[in-house]
């Protein structure tokens, strides 16, 4: 299944885009899909465990992933 | 749309006002506004990004839950994006009610759970043009 | 002066800009407003009077111990006096300081302690004609 | 010794009038002059212990007035 992938503020500078899209296997996990993201060297710049949400949400590293879905990596918040 | 993101400046007054009611007796304005301390050195303004679409939904789930809490609270919420010069606001909330325990605890309810859960992101802008991403430590 | 009396109506943003400075990343306005609850039948407005020479004693009494306890708050207070309609602002309370907890807790100091010494009273006006004052219960 | 007594509000209407002057042994307190001023009829509007500021602050009954002293009859206050 294929997901999009969303990168922002500083993460986005550091892989150089804002998204990509990114084929992962059926049943796969947050945590599956950072492990592919992770393939990019450019994923040096994220933490042990970033916050991800999953179609405009925080999700859990267990939640599974469904095609079509959007994933975004968060870096931590500085709103206000 | 009781919160969202605008690239206009806040205006207070009208804030206030699109939160009255004659049973209100109560309002409270939190302005927060870029800071220049004196560790900042040549600050000159702070460029807001957000991921807007996910900003909206989680202001949306903000206000919900502070409606639940506090059910006569009527609320309105802003956060600017863009460039925002040293001085001038970046968010604003206005929250009226009966009585004024509930336009405070609301209003700092909503301030707080905003800086810690919406997706938007600052970048200090330096006079010698130097940039820098503001990391938070609560990670 | 950071405290006083006024006949004028309340300016939210003037009293929020003369609060401002670069130091300071959080503002705090609370509106205390007139107030029409169902039980308050045709009541169209309050009339307030003080005892001035003593209002504003007690109001610099007040933030002195404010600025005792927050010194970089940067206060500002206006109290009414005279015929204020229903939905009308009667006290404003304006504070910046560095950083937001300082603002909402020094805000919400000056209010209830306004509340509680500042020697004013209100007499409710009613379309009826009728005008009764206000004997609060904390006597 | 002479103080000048002030009513305000719902007193002042009571006692129909703002001011007076009122004559005390030397020596008098805050709790003399209240008795003293009991002596008006008017006077049963008065709570047992009404708050009282003498020169534009609250003052206990046990105060020591001197010549000249403001003293001011304070209904309960409804600021805000």
């Given amino acids: ?80 | 749309m009781p919160a969202y993101l605008t690239d206009r400046l806040l205006d207070p007054t009208a804030l206030v006002e699109s939160v009255a009611s004659p049973g209100c007796g109560a309002t409270s304005l939190f302005l927060g506004t870029v800071r220049r301390a004196p560790e900042d050195g040549d600050l000159e303004g702070i460029e807001y990004s957000a991921y807007p679409e996910m900003a909206e939904a989680e202001f949306e789930r903000i206000v919900a839950e502070a409606r639940e809490r506090w059910p006569e609270a009527c609320i309105a919420l802003r956060h600017r994006t863009g460039y925002i010069a040293v001085g001038e606001a970046s968010v604003a909330i206005a929250v009226a009610s009966p009585h004024r325990a509930q336009a405070y605890d609301c209003s700092r309810y909503l301030i707080e759970e905003t800086k810690k859960r919406v997706p938007i992101w600052k970048k200090e802008r330096f006079a010698s043009g130097a940039a820098e991403w503001v990391e938070p430590m609560h990670v």
Same sequence: chains 1, 4.
């Fill in chain 1, 1 to 80: 299944m294929r997901v999009r992938v969303r990168f922002f503020a500083s993460y986005a500078e550091a892989f150089g885009r804002q998204e990509m899209g990114l084929d992962l296997e059926a049943g796969a996990s947050v945590a599956d899909c950072v492990a592919a993201i992770r393939a990019d060297p450019a994923a040096s710049r994220l933490p042990p465990s970033p916050l991800v949400a999953v179609n405009q949400r925080y999700a859990r590293p267990e939640t599974p992933l469904a095609e079509g879905d959007e994933v975004a990596l968060i870096p931590p918040v500085a709103g206000g």
